[in-house]
């Protein structure tokens, strides 16, 4: 028999260790469902994950590999990269999922827990790719696990000149500027903005101009994204794929792809048309930037990894 006081002595020391505890896993994303999808036994497996993942390295390690989203930003080569993801779909046996199925859009946190219910209502054991025209969600704020997230991004201004006349339209950028119709201002709303698909869905996320804006799609790119691929290096972004993710993209860089929805022919842009794109495109043009420096450092990165694991293969293979 233990002696009272002593039980009471150990019976404190519990409860404090478990308020530590609740208090630490809440302070890291709270990886805790309020709706079901609870971490279970491989709860420290995934913790330690998250915080692997949250740290400077250039490869990244996704946290839940069996769920990946592509929140395809327009004319950023997503028709092609849905193309090879069939064919890869079949030869790994991950599921195909559009977002558009639970709606157009997802503004309202009510249509936000009906899409993560939707997506996290699966198998575990299996493996399955999202992809949808979407602004980032944070799903921990839900309540749910926070999958693992993909991209590709292109120039802000070829991507601008490209989805402009993707809408055929019946005059040039340049008359179009010329005439005033083309024109915008710093602080006006633009939901085409290509940092707002990482940025997410509030207001400011999309005002043309906002510093907030870009810094909170920065964070939102580290922390949360396992490739941001260049559509300008589309094989160089199939060769980082397939080195962090092989369960979705092993042996891409073998098939043979042609780039969709290409305008053939695009009039030329003139100086002063691409001076005003440059003036009110700083913060699009700034997040271009630091994703191409990451990407290149994660291209940089992969390739010295794969490059190890094969002079560590061939030293064994001599070894026996």
């Known amino acids: ?47 330690q994950a998250f915080e692997r993942r949250n740290r400077s390295d250039v490869i990244v390690t996704p946290v839940y590999p069996r769920f990946l989203v592509y929140n395809r930003v327009p004319k950023c080569g997503s028709a092609t990269m849905l193309r090879l993801i069939r064919s890869l779909s079949r030869r790994h046996g991950f599921t195909l999922n559009n977002m558009r199925d639970t709606g157009l859009t ?25 992809f949808k025209h979407i602004y980032f969600i ?25 989805h402009y006349y993707y809408r055929q339209p019946t005059e040039s950028l340049d008359e179009c500027y010329a005439s005033g119709s083309c024109r915008v201002r710093k602080g006006e709303i633009s939901r085409g903005l290509q940092l ?4 997410g869905h509030d207001t400011f996320c999309s005002i043309i101009g906002n510093r907030r804006a870009l810094q909170v799609a920065k964070q939102v790119v580290e922390s949360a994204y396992v490739v941001v691929g260049l559509m300008e290096h589309y094989r160089d972004t199939l060769e980082v794929l397939q080195h962090v993710l092989p369960g979705f993209f092993s042996k891409s ?36 930037e630091f994703v191409r420096q990451r990407f290149s450092l994660q291209l940089r990165g992969s390739r010295a990894e794969r490059d190890r694991l094969r002079a560590a293969r061939a030293r064994r293979l001599d070894h026996d």
């Open 1 to 47: 028999m233990l002696n009272p006081v002593l039980r009471i002595f150990l019976l404190l020391n519990a409860v404090a260790l478990a308020l530590w505890l609740a208090s630490f896993l809440t302070s890291r994303g709270a990886f805790l469902s309020l709706r079901g999808r609870q971490t279970g036994s491989t709860g420290l497996r995934e913790l």
């Open 106 to 130: 997802h503004m309202a946190r009510e249509q936000q827990l009906k899409l993560a219910e939707w997506t996290f209502n699966r198998p575990e054991h299996q493996s399955h790719f999202f």
């Open 138 to 162: 944070n799903f921990t704020k839900l309540g749910y696990m926070e999958p693992s997230w993909i991209n590709v991004v292109r120039h802000p201004i070829s991507r601008y000149i490209s």
């Open 196 to 199: 707002t698909y990482f940025c």
């Open 253 to 288: 860089t073998a098939i043979e792809y042609v780039n969709w929805n290409v305008q053939k022919k695009k009039p030329a842009t003139s100086n002063a048309t691409l001076a005003a794109l440059h003036f009110w495109m700083k913060e699009e043009l700034e997040f271009y």
